[in-house]
């Protein structure tokens, strides 16, 4: 099944030097795995391949359900530096919302998780 | 009942909301109030004002604010005051104020304790003989290669001074660059006696100042959990934290004020500019957030506890502002119909334009708002838009060349695609560009010093 990350999850990004930080929080802690399992680091690189110059690190925060990733090379520079409208990393949690994963069919509905249909 | 320490934040950034700090004190009942003043631009945006005018350099909106909350610091409420106002004047600030309060009533019990020492400007070059590299964090470079353009240089401080000034009898506290989270770290360091090596109490501190210090980012300001029903935000209280004695917290805000504070939402502040989860690091302790505990309190209060931290290191982070070429940025707005092509069209003919008069730029960058800004290639962008704002920038070294590329965004008007419009803001301005210089250097170095003024 298709599962698009707006449907499961919230965030909240920001900027340090060239690095933009998003967290991602399961909108349901039984979703949480969903996150571990499907929102990888690779993926999430692949993600934003046409987006950012380097690298992505993902950290795990299961107190809160969430996970926390840097975007390396984010921001053109740096939030003085660069010519881009979101200087400070501010819609790169949208943008990781954007992410459409496939999760297995019988997890998915044993979960409850929202199709994603487009 | 145990003692509780509540302290209202009451401003996220040099801009934030002009009613705030006023309306924490008046709102109900507060110990402290934290006002946070200071993001990395602010500081070179202070030193290039003091240089102009050396009584300048602090964050004027402090003084004006002020006037609004200093009856709750003078009269029975007795409300302190942490701020980093001071920017890279702190004792400029700390006059002003004074200057301000001779007008109020019970002026006399003002004491202002005013902490200096972290600007590292006059200091640099000597700190550089003597063998401190001040290397980039990410790049390693020495500070040596860019030291003729520095424009401020500032040590992060932790709480140690606050604490002193709290300790004498100071009711405003004034600083420059600290750590925002030691604005609420101090006082409750202060009020609790905390020893200083508490690692778990400090770094419960240092989580409480954390999820406020972005003023109403906690309390439903630009929250994504479900946006659309976060209450009154025309009304939206600023955040309380009520700390007890083992350093576990409520974070709450003001009855009566609009906004919204759930588990969701201070989440999202947790994860805010959040690096490794596990390190987060301050001069005063490494707090751990991969083990605090939050729980829904009743309405509008999270319960926030758990958490650990770890000693310190032997440094402290430090921020150099440093100048660094120059940029520009010019729009135009395209209307239907074929709104992206027209914008795309007058883009291909400026850069054709400025690469025919031979000019040289770092870069130049293009985004079409409405398309693509905000999301780049990861947007689906509609076959039909109703317009498409052309924002191109240019950045280099040349300040001639940027000027020239000012001159080219309006003749778009008369010389490209049509059905354009939004060009009234006339020329773009050229702007110097301040880049930033994260580097560590040994606390030692440090002295943070403490002084107490009065009216």
Excluded at chain 2, 191 to 209: H, T
Excluded at chain 2, 309 to 316: A, C, K, V
Excluded at chain 2, 342 to 352: N, W
Excluded at chain 2, 374 to 399: K, W
Aim: charged content about 25%; proline content about 5%; some cysteine.
């Amino acid at each position: 099944m298709r599962v698009r990350l707006l449907d499961i999850a919230h965030a909240r990004s920001g900027d340090k030097g060239d690095i933009a930080n998003v967290g991602l929080i399961a909108l349901e802690d039984k979703w949480y795995p969903v996150l571990v399992r499907y929102v990888t680091r690779e993926r999430v690189a692949e993600h934003f391949a046409k987006v950012i110059k380097g690298t992505v690190e993902r950290f795990e925060l299961p107190n809160l359900f969430a996970l926390n990733f840097l975007l390396y090379g984010a921001l053109g520079g740096g939030g003085t530096v660069t010519l881009r409208t979101d200087a400070q990393a501010k819609v790169y949690s949208s943008a990781l919302l954007r992410l459409v994963i496939e999760v297995p069919d019988a997890e998915a509905r044993a979960l409850g998780l929202p199709e994603y249909r487009a | 009942m145990s003692k509780l320490v509540r302290i209202a934040a009451g401003q996220g950034f040099w801009g934030d909301w002009l009613e705030a700090p006023r309306r924490q004190v008046e709102g109900g009942p507060v110990d402290y109030l934290m006002l946070d003043y200071l993001a990395e631009v602010t500081m070179s945006i202070l030193q290039k004002q003091k240089q102009r005018d050396p009584l300048a350099g602090y964050a004027r909106d402090f003084i004006t604010q002020m006037e609004g909350v200093l009856p709750a610091v003078l009269d029975d409420r007795r409300v302190r005051v942490v701020a980093n106002a001071g920017g890279v004047n702190p004792l400029g600030c700390a006059d002003a104020l004074l200057e301000t309060a001779r007008g109020a009533a019970h002026h006399e019990k003002l004491r202002v304790g005013v902490v200096t020492g972290d600007d590292l400007l006059p200091r640099i070059d000597e700190l550089i003989a003597a063998g401190h590299e001040m290397a980039h964090m990410e790049t390693g470079a020495p500070l040596s290669s860019v030291r003729d353009r520095v424009l401020s240089a500032n040590a992060y401080v932790g709480a140690a001074p606050i604490i002193e000034a709290l300790a004498r009898g100071a009711n405003v506290v004034v600083t420059g660059r600290c750590t925002d989270t030691a604005l609420i770290l101090a006082p409750l360091m202060h009020e609790f006696q905390w020893p200083v090596n508490d690692w778990d109490r400090l770094a419960s501190g240092i989580v409480a100042g954390h999820i406020v210090e972005c003023g109403a980012q906690s309390t439903g300001g630009n929250c994504a959990y479900d946006w659309s029903t976060i209450p009154d935000l025309e009304n939206i209280g600023f955040p309380i934290v009520e700390v007890a004695e083992d350093g576990s917290f409520v974070v709450t805000k003001h009855p009566g004020t609009g906004g919204r504070v759930d588990v969701h939402g201070v989440t999202e502040q947790l994860v805010y500019e959040m690096g490794d989860p596990k390190q987060y690091f301050t001069p005063d302790v490494i707090a751990d957030f991969t083990t605090i505990k939050l729980a829904a309190d009743g309405k509008d209060r999270v319960r926030v506890s758990n958490v650990h931290g770890t000693p310190p290191t032997d440094m402290l982070k430090i921020s150099i502002a440093y100048r660094d070429g120059y940029k520009a940025v010019g729009t135009l707005v395209y209307a239907w119909p074929d709104a992206l092509a027209k914008a795309k069209e007058a883009d291909r003919i400026i850069r054709a334009r400025l690469a025919k008069l031979g000019l040289e730029f770092e870069l130049i960058y293009t985004e079409f708002v409405g398309a693509t800004a905000t999301h780049g290639p990861l947007a689906t962008i509609p076959d039909e838009l109703p317009e498409v704002q052309l924002r191109i920038g240019v950045r280099g070294n040349d300040r001639k060349a940027i000027e020239r590329f000012t001159r080219e965004i309006a003749p778009l008007v008369l010389t490209g695609p049509p059905h354009v419009t939004g060009y009234a803001g006339g020329r773009p301005k050229v702007e110097e560009v301040v880049a930033y210089w994260p580097a560590l250097v040994d606390k030692s170095v440090i002295a943070p010093s403490v002084s107490i003024l009065t009216t």
